[in-house]
């Protein structure tokens, strides 16, 4: 699939269009979903990343918390390093915490209720809530 290959290459403006067409032709599939939020999030569109992530995990929350990055060829180690580091700009830091954490859902469970713990500090979706109570039944499993 050509999403895949502009995925591998970082090329997430490319990867997003093909992500999207073959989402169409397949809504269920779980694995172009788990690219696609990575890809709108580095797209600059959180909102629509962050409404993919909420509805993927509340379906199957260990399609992601079971990725392993280093098999999956899954960028978001190095993602949630420039991040944190603010080599890649955000608009606030709600958005920046709210990438964060899902990002790091793809890598460390713990990391992730961390930093939607933090966007819920600048905003009251009852999304975040909603997301940390559904996570921190696999950070305990994991102590």
């Given at each position: 699939?050509?999403?895949?290959?502009?995925?591998?290459?970082?090329?997430?403006?490319?990867?997003?269009?093909?992500?999207?067409?073959?989402?169409?032709k397949?809504?269920?599939?779980?694995?172009?979903?788990?690219?696609?939020?990575?890809?709108?999030?580095?797209?600059?569109?959180?909102?629509?990343?962050?409404?993919?992530?909420?509805?993927?995990?509340?379906?199957?929350?260990?399609?992601?918390?079971?990725?392993r990055?280093?098999?999956?060829?899954c960028?978001?180690?190095?993602?949630?390093?420039?991040?944190?580091?603010?080599?890649?700009?955000t608009?606030?830091?709600?958005?920046?915490?709210?990438?964060?954490?899902?990002?790091w859902l793809?890598?460390?469970?713990?990391?992730?209720?961390?930093?939607?713990?933090?966007?819920?500090?600048?905003?009251?979706?009852?999304?975040?809530?909603?997301?940390?109570?559904?996570?921190?039944?696999?950070?305990k499993?994991?102590?």
């Amino acid at each position: 699939m050509l999403g895949n290959y502009h995925f591998m290459i970082r090329d997430y403006y490319s990867a997003l269009n093909e992500l999207e067409k073959a989402l169409d032709k397949d809504p269920g599939n779980k694995l172009i979903r788990k690219k696609l939020i990575i890809c709108l999030t580095q797209v600059g569109n959180v909102e629509g990343a962050f409404s993919q992530f909420y509805s993927l995990i509340e379906e199957d929350v260990e399609i992601i918390i079971n990725t392993r990055p280093d098999w999956e060829d899954c960028p978001c180690p190095h993602l949630v390093n420039k991040i944190e580091k603010d080599e890649i700009p955000t608009k606030n830091q709600y958005e920046k915490y709210l990438q964060l954490g899902m990002l790091w859902l793809y890598c460390d469970a713990k990391e992730s209720i961390k930093n939607f713990k933090k966007a819920s500090k600048y905003s009251s979706d009852e999304r975040l809530f909603h997301i940390i109570k559904l996570i921190e039944p696999y950070v305990k499993l994991n102590n």
